[in-house]
Each structure stands twice: as structure tokens, then as C-alpha cells.
């Protein structure tokens, strides 16, 4: 192995980064962080992102073309089965080419941070890093290309201190021959990393400290307004700002943060909503976008995942201030049931979560995706149906108003590494081994069940959330619905690729709403 690095990259010496993104619009963060961090080695690297749906042979010839010498692959969930697809084409062609070096694999990202060593996408890596890439992939990219030996095939990475590595914004940039590419792009951000919480099915509960039993006052929690805590990490503020000042003024529209608990620092958040509304108000259209997803407006678009118990009233004025379409908040309610949260893990004050939605649904000017999961140990479907029906109840508003309002169906996911795994024999979980890794069956829910509420969760994205049709306001849903998604799962024998007015003529067909 020594001779062949040396070899390869005396002549070569090339760092290829890429990744399969869920959709053209979502360019990754996390290869510009690497491509940032990799100091001298930094023009020495390119990035090259593909999209899930592209085709392949899209996919296989850029990379083959541009010969690297090392190729780092970042892998998630969603796009954990498509690079191992790729993968293997790739080592076909380059087993074909004998004059064609294969490079050194190395692959990083959530997905391969707590895989088994035996999972089968480690069959064509040479080196895997776990955890947080950004100094651990220099350290190695600098010794591969200077002929030292690394025999190591996973390497663990510390956390990373966020004061020290270096701002990788400036790599968001248009595609070459396309102008504006980045104002049609959805900008993935992030100001800190972590979080306070530890829900079992999330890999923040691996390392977090409950801190479950913090006072509440009205809003949220009564302590909390400067969290200081070792499991979140913030990167500085001001340089932050400027990064998010540079990147309106090159024409990023659409802002999406990926830090999960980002109001638990409110002082903190307000500080960056005001920077915001800052830039917003300079903006002279205030419209909200037409496509829910992308903005296309003149407008700035920022999107936050908020803890549903952390709206102390300072955070909540500053929060009326968005002028409708400026504004997406992910708010992850998970269950409504309080033993079952308490079983995994989760802060839950049902009452004060539906309050702070109340709140946002009626003063503010939010667009709203409300979270919640099918499927958590103990709970059945009367337990979820309730829940379901209770967050209806508590979000939805008169017809004219649905758009602003989305609830998200998920089925529980056994994230690898996540300790959800520990209630598998006392609660008869029971899941699916290939990613996503989703639930089959549990002691409460049969696989029946699950299948009913995976059609109602694709139904309801179609119908409610898509606004294909309006439901009124205040009343139960969670039956009908149901109802409603079994009769047009039976008609269409699948529920995906459903032409729009086929649905509607469906659903109109079936009364159930009528």
C-alpha cells in the first residue's frame, strides 16, 4: 500500500470530494468545510456533487475522468444505497483500465460514523472517518500524499473546535456557464453543533446529558435563555454574520441552518433573527414564494428546526417580525404522548408545545412543518391517531390559511449507533437492515399498521400538505384520513407517481370529506 500512494501521487497528487445530494438545489456544506480545512492541500482539491435522481453513468464519468489520487465520499442515509451503487461501478471501470490508478477511498459523514466495521459500503474504502472530518481529513490527505503509510482503515476524528477551523461560505458559488445558480439554491448554514437534548433515535443521544429536568416558565424553559453547555458548540458570532452578509450580497435567497436546537440559546438566535430582519427589510417585495421549497421571490428565506418548548417572549416578539414567506420553522414534536417520550429519552411538556404552536399559528407569519413520528416504543395507534389529532387541531386554520401550515409524517428509523436499539426486545421492535433502516413492526403497531400510516403520511403530503384539497379547521382528521388513504391505496395499488388530477378525482369519489 505504501508503494502504490507514493506512486500514484508523486505523478497525481489530486483530492477529488463528492457526494450525492438529495436534489440539485441542496449543494453539501459539508465538502466545502473539508475543502476549507485542507490548508496548502486546499487548491489541490475539487468538489463534484451529484444529484439522487441523476442518472449513473451521470454520476460515474466525471469521476473516472478526473483521475484523483485520493476520492472522499460523504455518506448519509438517503445516499447511502446510491454510493454503494457507484462505488461498484466505479471499481469495475477501474479494474478494466490497468493504466488507470485506482485512488485511496475515503469516506466520512454521519451515515458511516456508527456503522458496523462488517457494513458492506466498507468493503471499498481504505480509510473511514467517524465523526467530525475537518482536521482528521487534512491529517490524512498530508500523510497519503507524502508517501507516509496510514494503516489504519477507521480513523475516530474528535469534535472539531469551531473557533479554529475556517469558514468554507466562499465555496457556495455558481456553476460555471450559469449565472444566478445560487439564488436558486437552498444554502445550508450552521451557527453551532449539537444539541442539549438526548432522544434515543437521534445520534445526539449518544454523547448529550439529559438535562430533562430543567424549570419552565410560560414559554419554554425558564433557565435556559444562555444555555452553556459542553454538548453545543457555537461557531463565533460576528464572523458568522459576516459570512451570511457576503452570501445575500452574492445573491443567496434561501438560508436553511442546520444547527437541531438552535433557540436554546435564545439571546444568541435574536441576535441572528435581527441580522436577518435586518436584510429582509431592505428586500421591497414581501410575498410568500410560490413553490413551498424553493425560493423564487425576491425575498430572503430563512429556515430554523426550533425545540418546541424554548419560546420565551423576547424570542417570540422577535419572531411576529417576519413578513410572510421569510420564515420556515421545523418544529419537532415527535409524540404527544408523554410516557412515550419519557421512554426515549425526550423533554415533553405536550401542553406548553401546543401553546408555543398556538402561538406561531396565530401571531406570526411563519410557514410551519410540525414533526411527528409513527412507530416510537410503546405507542400505539390510538396513542398516534390522538396525537395526530390534537396537533391538527392546535395548527390548522381556516382554509385560505393552510398553505402555512405542513405536519410531517415519519416512520421511526434506527439510526446506526442510535440507543433506540436498547427497547428492541421488550417493546418487539422490529426493522428494516438496509437504510433508511425504518421500523416494521413493533409490540403496539403490527406491520399492518405501519403500512397504514406510511400510505396516510405519502397521502397526506400529496393532499393536505401539497394543498390539493382544504380540510376544515378544529375538527378530528385522523380517522377519515385514514379512511381516506386506505380507499386510495386500494384503488391505486401504490402511493407514489399518482397523476394530480387523477388524485383529486379519487378523493372527491371516495366522500370521505364531503
Given amino acids: 500500500m505504501a508503494h502504490r500512494y507514493y506512486w500514484t501521487f508523486r505523478h ?132 497519503i500524499l507524502n508517501g507516509r503509510l496510514n494503516s489504519d482503515k477507521f480513523i475516530t476524528a474528535d469534535n472539531v473546535d469551531l473557533s479554529e477551523i475556517k469558514s468554507a461560505y466562499h465555496l457556495y458559488t455558481d456553476e460555471a456557464g450559469f449565472q444566478e445558480t445560487l439564488s436558486k439554491k437552498l444554502i445550508y448554514v450552521e451557527a453551532s453543533r449539537g444539541c442539549v437534548f438526548n432522544c434515543e433515535f437521534c445520534l445526539s443521544a449518544v454523547k448529550t446529558k439529559n438535562l430533562n429536568k430543567l424549570s419552565t416558565d410560560l414559554r419554554g424553559f425558564s433557565q435556559i435563555n444562555n444555555v452553556k453547555n459542553e454538548e453545543i458548540r457555537e461557531f463565533p458570532l460576528e464572523p458568522f454574520l459576516k459570512d451570511m452578509d457576503i452570501l445575500i450580497q452574492r445573491g443567496v435567497k434561501t438560508f436553511k441552518f442546520l444547527d437541531r436546537s438552535i433557540n436554546t440559546n435564545p439571546k444568541r438566535t435574536i441576535q441572528i433573527i435581527n441580522f436577518f430582519l435586518n436584510k429582509i427589510e431592505k428586500t421591497s417585495v414581501f410575498s410568500v414564494p410560490p413553490c413551498p421549497r424553493v425560493n423564487s421571490s425576491p425575498n430572503i428565506v430563512v429556515h430554523f428546526e426550533m425545540v418546541p418548548s424554548i419560546f420565551p417572549p423576547d424570542l417570540c416578539e422577535a419572531l411576529t417580525r417576519f413578513p410572510p414567506g421569510t420564515l420556515r420553522l421545523e418544529i419537532g414534536i415527535q409524540t404527544l404522548n408523554s410516557e412515550v417520550a419519557k421512554r426515549i429519552g425526550r423533554f415533553c411538556n405536550p401542553e406548553k408545545e401546543l401553546e408555543n404552536l398556538r402561538f406561531l399559528r396565530e401571531k406570526t407569519n411563519a410557514i410551519i412543518h410540525a414533526d411527528l413520528i409513527a412507530g416510537l416504543p410503546g405507542e400505539d395507534l390510538l396513542s398516534f391517531g390522538k396525537g395526530f389529532d390534537e396537533l391538527w387541531q392546535t395548527v390548522s386554520v381556516p382554509a ?62 400529496m393532499i393536505i400538505n401539497r394543498g390539493l384539497i382544504k380540510l376544515k379547521s378544529g375538527e378530528p382528521v385522523f380517522e377519515k384520513f385514514m379512511a381516506l388513504s386506505d380507499e386510495l391505496y386500494s384503488k391505486f395499488g401504490r402511493n407514489w407517481g399518482i397523476d394530480k388530477n387523477e388524485l383529486l378525482e379519487a378523493v372527491i369519489s371516495c366522500k370521505v370529506f364531503i
Fill in 12 to 143: 497525481l497528487k489530486k483530492i477529488v470530494l463528492t457526494t450525492i445530494n438529495a436534489k440539485w438545489i441542496h449543494p453539501s456544506l459539508a465538502l466545502r468545510l473539508l475543502k476549507a480545512n485542507l490548508g496548502s492541500l486546499e487548491d489541490s482539491c475539487q468538489i463534484i456533487e451529484f444529484a439522487l435522481r441523476q442518472p449513473l453513468a451521470e454520476k460515474l464519468q466525471p469521476l473516472l475522468t478526473c483521475s484523483p489520487c485520493i476520492l472522499g465520499f460523504s455518506v448519509s442515509i438517503w445516499n447511502h444505497t446510491a454510493t454503494i451503487e457507484l462505488l461498484k461501478e466505479l471499481n469495475k471501470e477501474w479494474e478494466k483500465e490497468q493504466e488507470q490508478k485506482k485512488p485511496i477511498i475515503v469516506l466520512g459523514g454521519p451515515e458511516v460514523s456508527h456503522l458496523p466495521q462488517d457494513a458492506e459500503i466498507f468493503e471499498y474504502a481504505d480509510h473511514v472517518i467517524r465523526g467530525e472530518g475537518e482536521i482528521a481529513f487534512k491529517l490524512l490527505c498530508e500523510d
Fill in 400 to 461: 385560505a390559511e393552510h398553505h402555512r401550515i405542513e405536519i410531517q409524517l415519519g416512520i421511526l428509523k434506527l439510526l446506526p449507533g442510535a440507543p433506540i436499539n436498547r427497547h428492541n426486545e421488550e417493546f418487539g421492535m422490529s426493522y428494516n437492515p438496509l437504510p433508511p433502516y425504518e421500523v416494521l413492526e413493533t409490540s403496539a403497531m403490527n406491520t399492518q399498521d405501519i403500512q397504514r400510516i406510511k400510505n396516510f403520511a405519502r397521502f397526506w403530503e
